[in-house]
């Protein structure tokens, strides 16, 4: 018997325990209304799009471990040493989890707590930095996000952000710029990581940077990382002193965060989650977060990970032909960002007509442009089983749909009904 199984095992006396009653049977018959609810965003994402670049589509797995009875048990702490008692078996799947990711990023050390993506980077900035101190990072106007000096964010708030951009031309990172930046404000820390940038980022650049000036190096990862997990993406890990990243988006696990770091900082982050920013962990959530981490540790998502970049590349392509033009002419990632204005749309109007055909995606700010574009990914058709041939065609729905064209809506729902959700 292992140890983890043991632990489980005296635990519960070794006495099976009783399956729960089948979750939405139990919901229709307590809350009919909420079940209706599930019901309907249930259909509304089987019948059209879904091109959230932050959005993804979890396995039956993890939504097994989220529901779970894990959500009864309250423990703040740490594994073997918590604040509640009874804490022995859901030590087990923290472990779990934190080795997991590890192993799978090439971590010496992981903290798997964090609420959100936002939250890890707060307990990023809470063990590094004190307040008032200046950090560098994306201005928001170039794909910078709210935790990364907006003035509506506790960031922005808290600490002195000056900002980076973007090439004008080009729209990839001016890391010239970042390096006159740098060496003019002498920032406590460097952030690297944007919510649409479709290139991917020269970390050992930013390290060299954040060495020239004795600067810690924050990689803000939520959107690659899943990327990173299956190779097709390149790695923050060796290079940043602490990487944030979130759990969901193309990993494919629960919403959640984490935090990795060398074991020179691996007290400070932890004591930075908890107890400083966070109460006690959500273990339903750690625990699906493990799941997500073991099926991401597979070839089959390695397979996965690259088919989204190939998906995207050929849905950029497809937009590009159509009319649309790209920021940065194409994508390495899951992401794109396109400008709609040739079709004689701006980001927020193009995305309600989107929508109205059953295109779900998200307007973001165009660098050095008032206007905004859409933005869109391919994470979740990926789950799906959509391929080259289904981004081709979508590509073309898109400038249908922006011309409102007649029957959109219905090619859009048989496309999305051919690729359910759960089929594959």
């Given at each position: ?5 043991a632990a489980v095992s005296a635990a519960h ?321 899951h992401l794109v960002l396109a400008d709609p ?84």
């Open positions: 018997m292992t140890v983890t199984t006396g070794q006495v099976p325990a009783k399956a729960p009653e089948g979750a939405l049977d139990a919901l229709r018959r307590q809350d009919p209304e909420i079940a209706e609810v599930l019901l309907a965003e249930e259909a509304r994402q089987g019948a059209s799009l879904q091109l959230i670049a932050a959005e993804n589509f979890t396995s039956p797995a993890v939504l097994a471990a989220l529901g779970s009875r894990l959500s009864n048990k309250y423990a703040e702490g740490y594994p073997g040493a918590r604040h509640h008692g009874g804490c022995e078996v859901v030590d087990v799947a923290e472990r779990i989890a934190v080795d997991r990711a590890k192993a799978l990023f090439g971590s010496e050390h992981a903290n798997v707590q964090p609420h959100s993506g936002s939250s890890a980077v707060l307990a990023a900035y809470a063990a590094l930095l004190r307040p008032g101190d200046t950090v560098l990072a994306m201005g928001l106007p170039y794909g910078g996000h709210l935790t990364h000096g907006s003035p509506a964010n506790f960031s922005g708030r808290w600490f002195d952000f000056v900002g980076y951009g973007v090439d004008p031309e080009t729209g990839i990172i001016d890391y010239a710029e970042v390096a006159e930046l740098a060496e003019r404000h002498r920032p406590k820390a460097i952030v690297c990581g944007s919510i649409c940038y479709p290139r991917h980022i020269d970390y050992a650049a930013f390290r060299e940077v954040a060495d020239a000036v004795g600067a810690y190096l924050i990689a803000d990862a939520a959107h690659p990382m899943g990327l990173v997990a299956g190779g097709a993406a390149p790695s923050p890990v060796p290079y940043a002193d602490v990487v944030c990243a979130t759990t969901h988006k193309v990993l494919r696990g629960p919403r959640g965060g984490m935090l990795l770091c060398g074991e020179r900082l691996a007290a400070r982050i932890d004591r930075a989650v908890f107890p400083f920013t966070q109460g006690g962990a959500q273990m339903h959530t750690i625990a699906a977060k493990a799941v997500a981490f073991g099926e991401a540790a597979t070839p089959a998502f390695t397979g996965y990970a690259h088919q989204v970049v190939a998906n995207a590349r050929v849905l950029a392509a497809g937009l590009a032909a159509e009319g649309f033009s790209l920021v940065t002419g194409g994508t390495d990632t204005a040739p079709l004689g749309a701006d980001g927020r109007g193009a995305r309600g007509r989107l929508a109205g055909a059953g295109i779900v995606l998200d307007t973001c700010a165009l660098p050095y442009d008032d206007a905004r574009g859409i933005r869109l990914g391919t994470a979740a058709v990926t789950t799906q089983g959509m391929g080259e041939a289904e981004m081709a065609r979508i590509a073309v729905l898109f400038s249908a749909a922006l011309r409102e064209e007649p029957d959109i809506r219905a090619e859009v729902r048989e496309l999305a009904g051919r690729f359910p959700p759960y089929a594959h």
